[in-house]
T-cell receptor, first 114, second 110 residues
Framework: NAGVTQTPKFQVLKTGQSMTLQCAQD?????MSWYRQDPGMGLRLIHY???????DQGEVPNGYNVSRSTTEDFPLRLLSAAPSQTSVYFC?????????????FGNGTRLTVT | SQQGEEDPQALSIQEGENATMNCSYK?????LQWYRQNSGRGLVHLILIRSNEREKHSGRLRVTLDTSKKSSSLLITASRAADTASYFCAPPPQGGKLIFGQGTELSVKP
C-alpha cells in the first residue's frame, strides 16, 4: 500500500516549457486535489476532483490544467511554465474530500522555473 | 470557502516544555482536523475532533474545541525535537474545497 505517490520529486523547467506532474493513489479514494506551497506560506488549492471525470477549480487555478480519467490518477499540467510557478506541489486524496475523513498527502514535487 | 487561522505564526520552546497552538474559524462546523508538516514533506493527519467533543487526546496531543467561540487548540505535552514542524488546522471543506491557513511553525530546541 504505497498511499499517494508523486513523480517526479524534483524538476527544473525553462520559461515556456510544458510538463505534467503525476499523482497516483492506491487507496480507491474518490477525492483528489493539488496544492502549491511557497516559502513561508500555507498550502493553496489549485484544482480538485470528487471522482473520475469530474474536476473543479480551487483558489489558484490559472496556468494549470487537470483531468481525471481514472480513480487512481490525477495529473497536473503546466502548459507554459512561468517563474511564478516555482513552488512545491502536493497532491492529496481522501475518501470524501476531508469532510469526515483525513486527507492523505504525497511528499511533493519541487519545481523550479528559470 | 472557510479556512482555519492558526496562532501564533511561530513558536519556539525548549525540549520538555508544552506547546500550545490555537485555531480560529468563521462558520459553524461539525468537526475540525489538525495536520502536521515536517520540513520538506507532505502534511500528515494528526487528529479529528467532532463538534460534540470538547476535548480529545492522542498520545501527547490534546485537542480542544469550543464551538461557541469558534476556536480550537492543540497542546503538545513534553515536547521533543522531533515535534519541530508546522501545524495546520482544517475546518471541513465547503463546496469541495479544503483550504489551509498559514500554520504555526513550531521549533523545539534540544
Amino acid at each position: 500500500n504505497a498511499g499517494v505517490t508523486q513523480t517526479p520529486k524534483f524538476q527544473v523547467l525553462k520559461t515556456g516549457q510544458s510538463m505534467t506532474l503525476q499523482c497516483a493513489q492506491d487507496m480507491n479514494h474518490e477525492y483528489m486535489s493539488w496544492y502549491r506551497q511557497d516559502p513561508g506560506m500555507g498550502l493553496r488549492l489549485i484544482h480538485y476532483s470528487v471522482g473520475a471525470g469530474i474536476t473543479d477549480q480551487g483558489e489558484v487555478p490559472n496556468g494549470y490544467n487537470v483531468s481525471r480519467s481514472t480513480t487512481e490518477d490525477f495529473p497536473l499540467r503546466l502548459l507554459s511554465a512561468a517563474p511564478s510557478q516555482t513552488s512545491v506541489y502536493f497532491c492529496a486524496s481522501s475518501v470524501e474530500g476531508g469532510i469526515h475523513s483525513p486527507l492523505h498527502f504525497g511528499n511533493g514535487t519541487r519545481l523550479t522555473v528559470t | 470557502s472557510q479556512q482555519g487561522e492558526e496562532d501564533p505564526q511561530a513558536l519556539s520552546i525548549q525540549e520538555g516544555e508544552n506547546a500550545t497552538m490555537n485555531c480560529s474559524y468563521k462558520t459553524s462546523i461539525n468537526n475540525l482536523q489538525w495536520y502536521r508538516q515536517n520540513s520538506g514533506r507532505g502534511l500528515v493527519h494528526l487528529i479529528l475532533i467532532r463538534s460534540n467533543e470538547r476535548e480529545k487526546h492522542s498520545g501527547r496531543l490534546r485537542v480542544t474545541l469550543d464551538t461557541s467561540k469558534k476556536s480550537s487548540s492543540l497542546l503538545i505535552t513534553a515536547s521533543r525535537a522531533a515535534d519541530t514542524a508546522s501545524y495546520f488546522c482544517a475546518p471541513p471543506p465547503q463546496g469541495g474545497k479544503l483550504i489551509f491557513g498559514q500554520g504555526t511553525e513550531l521549533s523545539v530546541k534540544p
